[in-house]
């Protein structure tokens, strides 16, 4: 069986690629270095780390597929963005999520450099909310998860791949 590598190991990550993946392919997760800050405060630095993390596991899998959240300020508001990245070490494919809306309370923490799962977790008065239901899950009274969000960046990520590789249409 082919083999993909995420690198994270964060289970929501791992199981969305699952969801996707298997059983075409084995699907497992590392840690891998995002190079970006722990809490990446734009789109541009979010898609970054995601291709990073994808860039080092592809060296020991088929496929390596990196994943990472972050947010981006449009005006006076922040939103949560989802980045990822496929490569096979021939190319690199990359797609975004959804992106929600952070209440004031929660972006008033990040302005003051908390990070988004000790905001969400302080404002949810949960714990581990990012291994879990995600800040989405949350914001969305369960309506979308982070596992679901991830989920269909995968699915972009890797329908880019079938179609430009496998000629697929
Ligand atoms: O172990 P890794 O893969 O790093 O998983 P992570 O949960 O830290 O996730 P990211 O690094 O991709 O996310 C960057 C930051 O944004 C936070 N974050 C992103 N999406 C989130 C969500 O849906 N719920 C809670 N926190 C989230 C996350 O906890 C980090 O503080
Ligand atoms: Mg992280």
Do not use: C
């Not at 190991?9 to 840690?31: C, D, H, M, W």
């Not at 300020?73 to 809306?101: C, F, K």
Request: no cysteine.
């Amino acid at each position: 069986m082919k083999k993909a590598l995420v690198g994270s190991k964060n289970p929501v990550k791992i199981e969305a690629v699952r969801q996707v993946l298997y059983p075409e392919f084995s699907v497992s997760g590392t840690a891998a270095a995002s190079e970006v800050s722990d809490q990446p405060f734009s789109d541009v630095e979010t898609r970054e780390g995601a291709v990073n993390r994808a860039r080092h596991v592809q060296k020991r899998a088929d496929i390596g597929i990196g994943l990472e959240g972050g947010v981006q300020a449009e005006e006076n508001d922040i939103y949560l963005v989802s980045w990822g990245a496929l490569t096979d070490g021939t190319g690199t494919w990359t797609a975004g999520g959804a992106r929600i809306l952070l209440p004031e309370h929660i972006a008033a923490m990040l302005r003051d450099g908390v990070e988004l799962k000790t905001a969400v977790d302080h404002y949810s008065q949960l714990t581990d909310t990012h291994q879990n239901e995600g800040a989405v899950g949350i914001l969305t009274a369960g309506r979308v998860d982070r596992t679901a969000l991830f989920h269909h960046v995968v699915s972009l990520l890797y329908g880019q791949w079938l179609h430009q590789t496998g000629r697929r249409f």
